[in-house]
């Protein structure tokens, strides 16, 4: 008399578990489908983006994979100039024809350009823009905007652990947060001029050339070799003139990494000893690079890199132990006194172009292999404000 009942619930407990496996597996399907409708929130893959070329503006989330100069050639390395990239559903892709290539607009470069950023190669970007052929591929065009995967800039990634590096600098401003990062960072290991060769080959390895240094002024990267007097080698170039304090190359100001880069033999002799401000003529040479009488304007991509060095020096040598005492100004015709200006343009540079992750890395080289002192408005670039406004 039990039989039945019991039969009949087993019955039904198997009914309901094959129907919560159904639509257990439906309600999995959009995790299998990692498809979106190409808005902001729910963007499109690559690969839809490479589907739908009907011109309408869409937003495309995919991983750079190197930068497009023919159809079917997307360079990897020695990027041209900083005017489009490559997209792919894969941080590894190599086949094109898996690939959105994507223009960028002049507001764009200097954060996304690959030339000025090589280390962007493999993160993760959402493009919004016309779905629209480019170099006569699958395209992203006349874009409106660009962040990274997560919704930021990549030019802004997460300051390195310095632990209690910056501990006496806590709570400070002005003139005291000026001297406490003074005897933080002073009395750091000096290095010969004949030995900032080598380190530079270090400090500013192209990441995606080990074999190769990028240029501070071209952004080009050239041979680790490829160093000395001829034209079109590199050489080593002061961001604080060495005439401004008429320290030379001597051991210390001189020879000091935090403001020392590779830069192109000729741009370095047309840069000179100018102050820094904006305007004047473009460099034939260093495209994005201007310069007038008495003043030199850095491409974009390196605005805040310059800025961050000057304060550096400024904070660093106060004429201690016979060393110059260097200060920043407002001034563009500071000849051979140990100022430099424009302090009120540095300022803006500091906050156009943030920190990025080639210049953390190289200040984490000098710390750890050369000189054992951080740039600390690397670190903290609010400290700028914090000390001169």
């Not at 002073?186 to 240094?213: C, G, I, K, Q």
């Not at 943030?354 to 080289?365: A, I, K, T």
Request: proline share 5%; charged share 20%.
């Amino acid at each position: 008399m039990r039989t039945k009942p019991v039969r009949s619930f087993r019955l039904a407990f198997l009914f309901s578990l094959v129907s919560t496996m159904v639509i257990g597996s439906f309600a999995f399907l959009p995790l299998l489908n990692a498809s979106g409708d190409g808005s902001a929130s729910s963007p499109y893959t690559v690969s839809q983006a490479i589907s739908n070329q009907n011109n309408n503006l869409k937003t495309v989330q995919g991983y750079i994979t190197g930068q497009p100069t023919a159809a079917s050639t997307v360079v990897t390395s020695n990027y041209p100039n900083d005017y489009a990239l490559a997209l792919a559903d894969t941080a590894g892709e190599t086949n094109t024809s898996k690939m959105v290539y994507v223009q960028i607009p002049s507001s764009y470069r200097s954060q996304f350009g690959l030339q000025s950023h090589p280390a962007l190669k493999g993160t993760q970007i959402k493009v919004t823009g016309n779905l629209t052929s480019y170099f006569s591929h699958a395209g992203i065009k006349n874009v409106t905007n660009m962040t990274n995967g997560g919704g930021g800039t990549p030019s802004e990634p997460p300051a390195s652990d310095t632990g209690s590096y910056y501990d006496n600098a806590q709570g400070k401003t002005g003139a005291a947060l000026k001297s406490a990062l003074h005897h933080i960072i002073n009395d750091h290991t000096e290095l010969s001029y004949d030995a900032v060769w080598n380190a530079l080959r270090h400090t500013d390895e192209d990441p995606n050339n080990t074999s190769n240094v990028i240029l501070l002024y071209t952004g080009r990267s050239q041979s680790k070799t490829a160093n000395g007097s001829g034209v079109n080698d590199w050489n080593r170039e002061h961001v604080w003139a060495k005439s401004h304090g008429d320290f030379g190359t001597a051991m210390g100001p001189g020879t000091d990494l935090h403001h020392l880069r590779p830069a192109d033999v000729s741009v370095n002799s047309d840069r000179g000893n100018l102050d820094f401000d904006n305007g004047g003529t473009e460099n034939a040479e260093a495209r994005g690079n201007y310069s007038d009488s008495d003043s030199w304007e850095p491409r974009d991509a390196v605005k805040g890199d310059v800025a961050r060095m000057i304060f550096y020096m400024a904070v660093r040598y106060e004429g201690d132990s016979g060393e110059p005492d260097l200060e920043m100004n407002n001034s563009v015709s500071n000849g051979s006194a140990p100022y430099i200006g424009k302090l009120s343009v540095l300022f803006q540079w500091n906050q156009q172009d943030p920190v990025d992750r080639f210049e953390r890395r190289r200040n984490d080289v000098i710390y750890n292999n050369y000189q054992h002192n951080r740039n600390p408005f690397i670190d903290h670039p609010e400290y700028a404000a914090a000390i001169w406004q």
